[in-house]
C-alpha cells in the first residue's frame, strides 16, 4: 500500500500542474488558435475567390484575344482585297497604255510605209519617165563613141540631180 500513497500523493501533487495545463489549453485554444483557424480559412477563402477571379480574367482575356484576331484578320483581308484591287486598276491602265502607245507605233510604221510607198512609186515614175531619154543616150554613146553628155565624170544628168 505504500506505493498506493506514494501515487497517491505524486497525483495531488501534479494535480495543480494538470489543471494549469489544461487551463492553460483552454485560453490558448479560445484565445490563439481559434482566432488563428478564423484567419486561416478567411485566408483560403480569399485565395479561392481570386484564383476563380483570375480563371474568369483569363477567360475574358482569351475570348477578347480571338475577337482582336478574327478582327484583325478581317482588317487584313479588306487590306488584301483593296491592294488587289488597286493592282488589277494599274495593270489595266498598264495595259491600256501599251494598248495606245502600240497602236500609235503601228499607225507610225503604217505612215512611214506609206511615205517610203509613195517615195518609192515617185522614183519608179521618174525613172520611167526619163527611160526613153537614158536609153537614147546610151546607144548614143555606144554608136558613136562619144563622151556621155551631162554631169561630172560624164554621167547623164537625172532630172531632179542637183549637181
Request: aromatic share 4%; proline share 4%.
Amino acid at each position: 500500500m505504500d506505493i498506493f500513497a506514494q501515487l497517491k500523493g505524486l497525483i495531488l501533487q501534479a494535480l495543480p500542474t494538470v489543471v494549469l495545463i489544461l487551463v492553460f489549453y483552454a485560453f490558448l485554444r479560445s484565445q490563439f488558435f481559434a482566432p488563428l483557424e478564423k484567419i486561416m480559412a478567411e485566408r483560403s477563402a480569399k485565395i479561392e475567390g481570386a484564383r476563380k477571379a483570375a480563371e474568369a480574367s483569363l477567360a475574358a482575356a482569351a475570348e477578347l484575344e480571338r475577337a482582336y484576331e478574327a478582327a484583325l484578320r478581317k482588317a487584313r483581308g479588306e487590306i488584301y482585297a483593296e491592294l488587289d484591287a488597286a493592282r488589277r486598276t494599274v495593270l489595266d491602265e498598264r495595259s491600256n497604255l501599251i494598248r495606245a502607245a502600240r497602236d500609235h507605233a503601228n499607225e507610225v510604221i503604217r505612215a512611214g510605209k506609206a511615205g517610203i510607198a509613195g517615195e518609192g512609186a515617185a522614183a519608179r515614175a521618174r525613172l520611167e519617165a526619163e527611160t526613153p531619154a537614158l536609153a537614147t543616150e546610151i546607144v548614143r554613146v555606144i554608136l558613136t563613141g562619144a563622151r556621155p553628155r551631162g554631169g561630172p565624170g560624164g554621167a547623164p544628168r537625172v532630172s531632179g540631180d542637183r549637181g
